[in-house]
T-cell receptor
Framework: QKEVEQDPGPLSVPEGAIVSLNCTYS??????FMWYRQYSRKGPELLMY????GNKEDGRFTAQVDKSSKYISLFIRDSQPSDSATYLC?????????FGSGTRLLVRP | EAEVAQSPRYKITEKSQAVAFWCDPI?????LYWYRQILGQGPELLVQ????????DSQLPKDRFSAERLKGVDSTLKIQPAELGDSAMYLC????????????FGEGSRLTVL
């Protein structure tokens, strides 16, 4: 079993939809939780960063962490075609970042 | 805006040949990482440097891969000899604080081994 599980998608939604992306994990030692966005043929870029359980909002993006369930989510409101990318969750423990396999998102105009 | 620089962007080589990738991290970032990303998968850590010292190379196939960061700034990742299974994107990242995991990635070097 992988330490971090993520549905690969692809997830196809119409423009303006609310998108929900999720990851589960097995290692309770993870302390930092991140979401990276990766456009095709580019390196990942940090989108959201959280340390504790709860919600963190940044514009159209909300990151949610539930440590008791070992579950993290990323919500995208009013999705745009420019949001079409692969979204990678990542978790950190002992200075080592573990990535999920990524969910491909396509936002249709 | 400061960026992590990587070269070459694309490399095609034949198996058994040697290949090298270069990375220049964001100025002031003491921690440098090399990740490998196979198509359809998430990045996997190969090696992590703190300044010029290796702090984690547990996933680096040391029989064929080597990495160095001699002056604690830029870094080189070498593969010799390359194998078909090495075809992947090689990503370099850097961070200011090793503890928090906020990594800044370069655009990657895509390797195709024929």
């Amino acid at each position: 079993q992988k330490e971090v599980e993520q549905d690969p998608g692809p997830l196809s939604v119409p423009e303006g939809a609310i998108v929900s992306l999720n990851c589960t994990y097995s290692n309770s030692a993870f302390q930092y939780f991140m979401w990276y966005r990766q456009y095709s043929r580019k390196g990942p870029e940090l989108l959201m960063y959280t340390y504790s359980s709860g919600n963190k909002e940044d514009g159209r993006f909300t990151a949610q962490v539930d440590k008791s369930s070992k579950y993290i989510s990323l919500f995208i409101r009013d999705s745009q075609p420019s949001d079409s990318a692969t979204y990678l969750c990542a978790m950190d423990s002992s200075y080592k970042l573990i990535f999920g396999s990524g969910t491909r998102l396509l936002v249709r105009p | 805006e400061a960026e992590v620089a990587q070269s070459p962007r694309y490399k095609i080589t034949e198996k058994s040949q040697a290949v090298a990738f270069w990375c220049d991290p964001i100025s002031g970032h003491a921690t440098l990482y090399w990740y490998r990303q196979i198509l359809g998968q998430g990045p996997e850590l190969l090696v992590q440097f703190q300044d010029e010292s290796v702090v984690d190379d547990s996933q680096l196939p040391k029989d064929r891969f080597s990495a160095e960061r001699l002056k604690g700034v830029d870094s080189t990742l070498k593969i010799q000899p390359a194998e078909l299974g090495d075809s992947a994107m090689y990503l370099c990242a850097s961070s200011f604080y090793r503890e928090t995991g906020e990594l800044f990635f370069g655009e990657g070097s895509r390797l195709t081994v024929l």
